[in-house]
């Protein structure tokens, strides 16, 4: 087993790098504060959101790593107000969309209108120019529109009328599927689904805090007349948090243990043989060993650390490969689930 050697100790001080400079481990200080921020939105998103605590993870470390999340569930699990609650938070401009089979790109970008006192087209942009983008019900929109979103999602821009519209930073798409409907859906093409840094399964709440959901409509914390929630940190504090999240120390080691584990999922058959082999025809693309490498710095600073460790590619595991995997026709009908062999793959690759 390999040993992971411990980050090189931090000058202290905040220094700005440019691009040709490389980056300098964070220090104490830094940490502190980052950790206290995260704590703050944290405690904001479990004042209104009961339970769903791999929810909670998922969109802060997607919110850190600078990515997209995708959350998938049955209606009704506070999907909505977990993405909502977060934009409170940060006090960051929030747009919900709700996708349709008739949703067009200009309802999500923007377009040109005609200004008839002016004799002239002005450009008005759409709900995707906010921080926090909740794409509802993401598989029911056409593949014309999901073009649009792709190119909001990747570029961080869109174009209208031939001008480039930048989107404002931080920026974060939270969509949502279901499941058990397929009726009037349309399949995410893999190069969107690849674009997510994580895909989150919602699960149903625990006895307990269902229990605590009523306990919460009934005090007005939650329903109707609920009020929102303070916010605690700025976008531009966001954009420091993200900063520092690109300093996070990743030991060489850990740099091949992501890219072992990706690689192999392009070979199960040859790691795990025929058996649950079969089960994979397109294995994970360079996106995945990225995603695990931006994730896991920002689950390092969520649990206080300013260096990664094994555990935090572990604890991403599912949400960072699940929809990264094709399965075949044999694994849907033998209802093998991709958790199954993402467990498998990692039980086979030494942990260093």
Same mark, same amino acid.
Request: charge should be negative; aromatic fraction near 4%; include cysteine.
């Given at each position: ?35 206290? /921020? ?19 993870? /998922? ?25 909502? %609650? ?30 008839? @006192? *002016? ?71 893999? /190069? ?23 306990? @919460? ?15 605690? +940190?700025?976008?531009?504090? !966001?954009?420091? #948090?993200?900063?520092? !999240?690109? &300093?996070? $120390? ?28 079969? $089960? ?20 390092? !600073?969520?649990?206080?650390?300013? $260096? ?8 991403? &595991?599912?949400? !960072?490969?699940?929809?990264? #995997? ?6 849907? /009908?033998? *209802?093998? *689930?991709?958790? %199954?062999? +993402?467990?498998?793959?990692? &039980?086979?690759?030494? %942990?260093?």
């Amino acid at each position: 087993m390999t040993q992971v050697n411990q980050p090189p100790t931090a000058p202290t001080g905040r220094s700005r790098r440019t691009p040709d400079e490389p980056s300098t481990p964070l220090n104490v200080e830094e940490l502190a504060q980052a950790t206290e /921020a995260i704590s703050r939105v944290s405690d904001a998103f479990s004042s209104r959101v009961v339970g769903q605590h791999r929810v909670r993870t /998922a969109l802060l470390v997607t919110l850190l790593a600078e990515g997209h999340v995708l959350l998938e569930s049955v209606p009704g699990l506070a999907k909505t107000l977990a993405a909502s %609650t977060l934009s409170q938070a940060v006090s960051a401009r929030f747009a919900r969309i709700q996708c349709t089979p008739d949703l067009l790109p200009s309802d999500i970008i923007g377009t040109q209108v005609y200004d008839p @006192r *002016r004799h002239e087209f002005e450009t008005q942009l759409g709900p995707v120019h906010a921080n926090f983008v909740l794409l509802d019900e993401i598989n029911r929109a056409s593949a014309k529109t999901q073009s649009a979103l792709l190119e909001a999602m990747q570029e961080r821009q869109t174009s209208i009328a031939g001008a480039i519209h930048p989107l404002p930073d931080p920026f974060m798409v939270l969509a949502t599927q279901n499941p058990i409907e397929e009726e009037g859906t349309y399949v995410l093409p893999h /190069a969107q689904m690849d674009r997510f840094l994580l895909k989150e399964i919602v699960d149903y709440p625990s006895e307990d805090d269902e229990l605590m959901v009523l306990e @919460r409509i009934d005090d007005g914390t939650l329903g109707q007349h609920m009020t929102d929630v303070t916010a605690v +940190i700025t976008p531009h504090q !966001v954009a420091e #948090l993200q900063e520092l !999240v690109r &300093r996070v $120390y990743v030991d060489p080691a850990i740099r091949r243990y992501i890219t072992s584990l990706v690689r192999a999922t392009r070979d199960v058959t040859g790691l795990l043989g025929p058996e649950l082999g079969n $089960y994979v025809e397109i294995g994970a693309s360079p996106r995945g060993s990225i995603a695990f490498f931006q994730a896991a710095r920002a689950m390092a !600073v969520v649990q206080g650390r300013h $260096y990664v460790i094994p555990e935090d590619v572990r604890e991403l &595991r599912h949400s !960072v490969l699940r929809h990264r #995997l094709h399965l075949s026709f044999e694994a849907l /009908a033998d *209802r093998v *689930r991709p958790e %199954t062999v +993402i467990d498998a793959v990692f &039980r086979a690759v030494p %942990t260093p």
